[in-house]
């Protein structure tokens, strides 16, 4: 399979880019997908200076997807009326971006949420976002295995 590489630099690059559309979310907190969306998260808090919780669920084992996630670590936080900005490094499938946000809606009361991920990828997904989350991908790409400067 095809692979797309990126380095520090081109993450640092797609956030700055891109941060002015995610100022407009106003976020109280920022969430960070455990693994993958850590790095951005802390590179995103440099321009909103707000504070990082991290939620880490396991959808992987080795390089095999499981068939049900598994919660590794939760915040207990209560989310009403918080602005919530879940981060992420990409969109691939969506089954754990769409098994955080259902969580943090029924386990925390989250009732307005955000969605930053780095990459989006142009394929099918397996489950449809709610057309209440407010989602920024920075770039979309083809469906290639992802190699980021943290893996």
């Not at 602005?83 to 098994?99: A, C, P, Q, S």
Request: aromatic share 10%.
């Amino acid at each position: 399979m095809e692979k797309l590489y990126y380095t520090y630099d081109d993450i640092s690059n797609l956030i700055k880019n891109n941060i002015q559309q995610i100022k407009v979310y106003d976020p109280d907190y920022i969430i960070a997908i455990g693994g993958g969306g850590l790095i951005p998260a802390r590179m995103l808090r440099t321009y909103l200076n707000k504070s990082i919780y991290v939620i880490t669920v396991s959808l992987y084992d080795d390089e095999n997807m499981k068939d049900n996630i598994e919660v590794l670590q939760w915040i207990d936080l209560d989310l009403k009326d918080k602005n919530i900005l879940i981060v992420d490094e990409i969109d691939d499938t969506r089954k754990t971006l769409n098994f955080c946000i259902n969580r943090l809606k029924t386990k925390n009361n989250a009732n307005n949420i955000s969605v930053f991920v780095l990459q989006n990828k142009l394929k099918n997904k397996v489950n449809q976002l709610d057309k209440t989350i407010n989602y920024h991908a920075c770039e979309n790409i083809e469906d290639k295995w992802v190699v980021y400067p943290w893996d």
